[in-house]
């Protein structure tokens, strides 16, 4: 789907639903063809979708779904209420995914940081917050800004 907005990207891989069992070729039959094909290992492709503030980067073992190596859904509207959301929290040790998102809202990038861990990040054009996870908790802040 290069070329169409990253609202309709984004929209049919939510579509999509659950990508596990799926195949390259379905996803592609869904979303259309994406804009990169890396090799990343023996039998490993890695598939990546962009456009207009939207990205998702899949990686598939021997044609069939693997993980969500990275999304990025763009810019969060209002960066002051975002940093005042996390404020309130505190410190987010030990916090879940859920308990973290109910308060601020949908994180808008997810990154694969390691074995069991994921990067999520909140971005707006004032502030950005990145969280390391392991699972679903917290283990904390890995950087920090507001402009």
């Not at 994406?34 to 290992?41: E, K, L, R, V």
């Amino acid at each position: 789907m290069f070329g169409f907005s990253g609202r309709r990207l984004q929209q049919g891989f939510a579509e999509l639903g659950d990508l596990t069992g799926r195949t390259a070729d379905e996803i592609i039959a869904s979303v259309g063809a994406p804009i990169s094909q890396s090799m990343t290992g023996p039998g490993q492709t890695l598939l990546q979708w962009q456009s207009d503030g939207y990205h998702v980067g899949i990686l598939f073992e021997q044609g069939q779904f693997a993980g969500i190596t990275s999304e990025d859904s763009g810019l969060l509207p209002n960066g002051r209420a975002l940093a005042e959301g996390f404020a309130g929290l505190g410190n987010l040790a030990g916090r879940s995914k859920d308990e973290i998102a109910a308060v601020v809202g949908p994180y808008s990038s997810f990154s694969v940081a390691g074995p069991h861990q994921v990067l999520l990040q909140w971005q707006s054009d004032t502030y950005h917050i990145a969280l390391l996870f392991e699972g679903d908790v917290c283990v904390g802040i890995t950087h920090e800004f507001a402009i």
